[in-house]
T-cell receptor, first 113, second 113 residues
Framework: AQSVAQPEDQVNVAEGNPLTVKCTYSVSGNPYLFWYVQYPNRGLQFLLKYITGDNLVKGSYGFEAEFNKSQTSFHLKKPSALVSDSALYFCAVRDSGNTPLVFGKGTRLSVIA | NAGVTQTPKFQVLKTGQSMTLQCAQDMNHNSMYWYRQDPGMGLRLIYYSASEGTTDKGEVPNGYNVSRLNKREFSLRLESAAPSQTSVYFC????????????FGEGSRLTVL
């Protein structure tokens, strides 16, 4: 069975600094990996995904994520954080079969002006 | 496009009452999902429907039933609500089972007293 770990409940970063939100996963076979963002009182919005190909995936709002197979990680990054990036971020994974997405517990990102 | 629409947005129930959460999508997606979100627990899958006419249990199905009424609509029913079912419920859809990203509704906040 697949699983996702987001080791940090909260990440604080100053505006303009780079940010990283960590994610590690466990699946049988090749992983399909996703990042979602949730703003207060809203549903989740898709940011980016890795299916195959280049290990560095670019997504919405200037976010990117790096797939590292040896470390089973898929960390979310952004070179320069904005206050408006403050939100709850979820990593999700599934295997390459027809199984539903499994979500991590989420990491709350706070960008301080 | 409306995307994924959930009703109601808010509901308060007494223990033992029943209710149905409605979900409809207008993206012609094959697969639909019900998740619940609880603090510190992330999103947990309740039930999903890979295609019209099929439904399967997720991680936390006890106390819930679902109906895939047609390709557009997927409802979640609580037959006898319990305080442990106090949560925010999200419906989501995807183009095909597991392969594409999920599109989420805005959520339904349920309180069981």
């Amino acid at each position: 069975a697949q699983s996702v770990a987001q080791p940090e409940d909260q990440v604080n970063v100053a505006e303009g600094n780079p940010l990283t939100v960590k994610c590690t996963y466990s699946v049988s076979g090749n992983p399909y990996l996703f990042w979602y963002v949730q703003y207060p009182n809203r549903g989740l919005q898709f940011l980016l995904k890795y299916i195959t190909g280049d290990n560095l995936v670019k997504g919405s709002y200037g976010f990117e994520a790096e797939f590292n197979k040896s470390q089973t990680s898929f960390h979310l990054k952004k070179p320069s954080a904005l206050v408006s990036d403050s939100a709850l971020y979820f990593c999700a994974v599934r295997d390459s079969g027809n199984t539903p997405l499994v979500f991590g517990k989420g990491t709350r990102l706070s960008v301080i002006a | 496009n409306a995307g994924v629409t959930q009703t109601p947005k808010f509901q308060v129930l007494k223990t033992g009452q029943s209710m149905t959460l409605q979900c409809a999508q207008d993206m012609n997606h094959n697969s639909m999902y019900w998740y619940r979100q609880d603090p510190g627990m992330g999103l947990r899958l309740i039930y999903y429907s890979a295609s019209e006419g099929t439904t399967d249990k997720g991680e936390v199905p006890n106390g819930y039933n679902v109906s895939r009424l047609n390709k557009r609509e997927f409802s979640l029913r609580l037959e006898s609500a319990a305080p442990s079912q106090t949560s925010v419920y999200f419906c989501a859809s995807s183009r095909m089972e597991g392969a594409g990203e999920l599109f989420f509704g805005e959520g339904s906040r349920l309180t069981v007293l």
